[in-house]
């Protein structure tokens, strides 16, 4: 209803400026036709009379200039798009004139809406649009009023955001300055956040180490106890303590059991030793299924710098020794491993996954020459193919230079911190479109200092995700 109360009042605003302009050529005439301009004066105010529904804004004391800027301000803010029209030569106006054009848009833009319609707008109409809508906008919507902050608790809101196909994901990292808080990165609008999550109640140092449904996973630094978290709602909780009491350094991976957070989810560690269990949010509970196939190698030399990719409810670990991948299935729990040789000169090297393709990242050193390069795992042959490599002019910053690498998230969009004593950099990489990004800088809130990132997890952005 805005847009058309705006459309009428620009369309009485060209009438009365045709009909000025026709008023104005009329007085050019020579002074014998001064009657026949008084009698087609009286004319046209008749037939204005007859017409009522062009009604019009007074633009008696504007200029042409000012009248352009009335379309382009209406068509920025009203509900529909305007082209703008022709403008003549740019002349100086007076700051009066200014001020004058300034406040008629806001007048146009200010209307109320009409609340006899809007009162009967669809409430379920609303959940779906909001839950189509960026984050960062859905949290301001909260402060509208009450119905709309606890769309959170939804079931109706819940079943709209499973509908919604998922973006590319946010990462959750770690900074070196502050490990108790965490910084939020989203790459869509390329801009950090930095929420603040309740921290545990033992205060102790949590690292985010896997991730499902929107849902992130926590490991104290002291590898003892587990954390689940909802990084946009501050839900935090704590898990049960594990059955199995190994103090030693654990990979860590999670799945969930349907299409989201909300049918439940499974988090798994395994330690060098064969040791493993598992935790199931639905008994909230750690299981120890068993124990792994005599045909493993062990102890596992798993690969701790790689972070577990999950694949619907597989699971896949990196090992070194030797060099392969060992793979758990959460449905049926049973263990396989993979023996693949990794790529000569490699460092660094951790897994990824997109669209259920197993993919490997790692930085290839060859004399003083340094690159990202990216493989690909062929299903038939079980062996690493080069499919993309950083840019030849971002590698120039390598070289001669020991550049280490931490891969901060695996999901589909790589997060690649890569740093030295002279450089510290973060870049993302997305796979499907083989499109390499620089990221800015994380710099804290009324801050000035660039944090240094020390670890993270990549995790799909999930409003109703409950741990």
Known sequence: MEGVA?????????????????????????????????????????????????????????????????????????????????????????????SRGKSSGRSCSAEVMEQEIWKNFPEDLFEAVIARLPIATFFRFRSVCRQWNSMLTSQSFSQHCTEVTQANPWFYTITHENVNSGAMYDPSLKKWHHPTISTPPTKLIVLPVASAGGLVCFLDIGHRNFFVCNPLTQSFKELPARSVKVWSRVAVGMTINGNSAGSGYKILWVGCDGEYEVY?????????????????????????????????????????????????????????????????????????????????????????????????????????????????????????????????????????????????????????????????????????????????TAFHPCLTAVA
């Open 280 to 456: 199931d949010s639905v008994r909230n509970s750690w299981i120890r299924p068993g124990n792994m196939p005599a045909g493993m190698k062990l102890p596992l030399s798993l690969n701790f710098r790689s972070q577990a990719v999950s694949i619907d409810s597989m699971l896949y670990f990196m090992r070194s020794d030797p060099e392969g991948i060992v793979s758990y299935d959460m449905a049926t729990g049973v263990w396989k491993q993979y023996i693949i040789p990794a790529p000569l000169h490699l460092t660094d090297h951790t897994l990824a996954e997109c669209d259920g393709q197993i993919m490997l990242v790692g930085l290839l050193t060859k004399n003083a020459a340094t690159c990202v390069c990216i493989w690909e795992l062929q299903k038939m042959t079980l062996l690493w193919k080069e499919v993309d490599r950083m840019p030849n002019i971002w590698c120039l910053d390598f070289y001669g230079k020991h550049v280490r690498m931490t891969c901060l998230g695996n999901k589909g969009l790589l997060m690649l911190s890569l740093r030295s004593k002279q450089m510290n950099r973060l870049v993302t990489y997305n796979i499907a479109r083989k499109e390499w990004l620089k990221v800015p800088g994380c710099v804290v809130p009324r801050g000035r200092k660039r944090q240094w990132i020390a670890c993270g």
């Open 6 to 98: 705006m459309l009428k009042q620009l369309i009485g605003q060209l009438q009365q400026l045709l009909d000025s302009s026709h008023s104005h050529s009329l007085i050019l005439q020579p002074s014998h036709n001064t009657l026949l301009f008084h009698q087609q004066q009286q004319q046209h105010q008749h037939q204005q009379q007859q017409h009522p529904r062009w009604t019009s804004l007074d633009i008696e004391d504007s200029s042409v200039d000012d009248f352009c800027g009335l379309v382009v301000t209406a068509g920025k803010s009203g509900s529909f798009r305007m082209s703008e029209p022709v403008k003549p030569p740019p002349t100086k106006k007076s700051r009066r004139d200014r």
